[in-house]
């Protein structure tokens, strides 16, 4: 599987931008980067995807390299409600790739937000 | 539903009986994937089924777990003989299914299986 790096952990304020890297130096044309989050106490949930341009939704903006092996998830106003364990993930697009169909959740990066 | 809703909650079951688990995924979602989250780990992938396919079982870790989807919908997961290290927290997720599996899961809340 196409793997991905995070940090271990990152601290922010709260009402300030957060900007959380990712490295996949081996993705393939066909992986998609998804991102999802963990709050305390609860199941994962969706944050963004994308595959080579920039995305923005409502929870996050997702900026991708234009190489593509990394990307940076932006949280534009962190709240105290944004700490959580955030998930970089590759999904293989392409039937018969090892990561096809199923999300292989890493140890992610825990984020802290300061009031 | 609006959301991916399993049952029970909790379960706390004593060791070497067997426990069933249920997922009722969000209407229309063709998949259907478990994981299991053990205290302070990150989540372990175990069964994922789409459509009439046949599952990918090959996160189960032994043949004291198993997993069935009846009519495209509800999904059970049965561990027999329980262990001790069993003991985790047991989701389940949804998604729609299209060219290049282009979207997100929505996971449940999650059974919290204690075996004492």
């Known amino acids: 599987d196409a793997k991905t790096t995070q940090p271990n952990s990152m601290e922010s304020n709260e009402e300030e931008p957060v900007h959380l890297p990712c490295n996949h130096s081996t993705i393939s044309g066909t992986d998609y980067i998804h991102w999802y989050r963990q709050l305390p106490s609860q199941g994962p949930e969706y944050v963004i995807h994308g595959l080579t341009s920039n995305v923005n939704n409502r929870m996050a903006s997702l900026a991708i390299a234009e190489d593509r092996k990394s990307s940076t998830l932006i949280l534009h106003r962190a709240t105290l409600r944004d700490a959580a364990v955030y998930y970089c993930i590759l999904r293989d697009r392409q039937r018969g790739g090892t990561s096809y169909g199923k999300l292989t959740f890493g140890q992610g990066t825990i984020l802290t937000v300061h009031p | ?116």
Request: glycine share 12%; proline share 3%; charged share 15%.
């Open chain 2, 1 to 116: 539903g609006a959301g991916v809703s399993q049952s029970p909650s909790n379960k706390v079951t004593e060791k070497g009986k067997d426990v069933e688990l249920r997922c009722d995924p969000i209407s229309g979602h063709t998949a259907l994937y478990w994981y299991r989250q053990s205290l302070g780990q990150g989540l372990e992938f175990l069964i994922y089924f789409q459509g009439n396919s046949a599952p990918d079982k090959s996160g189960l870790p032994s043949d004291r777990f198993s997993a069935e989807r009846t009519g495209g919908s509800v999904s059970t997961l049965t561990i027999q003989r329980t262990q001790q290290e069993d003991s985790a927290v047991y989701l389940c997720a949804s998604s729609l299914v299209g060219t290049g599996y282009n979207y997100g899961y929505t996971f449940g809340s999650g059974t919290r299986l204690t075996v004492v």
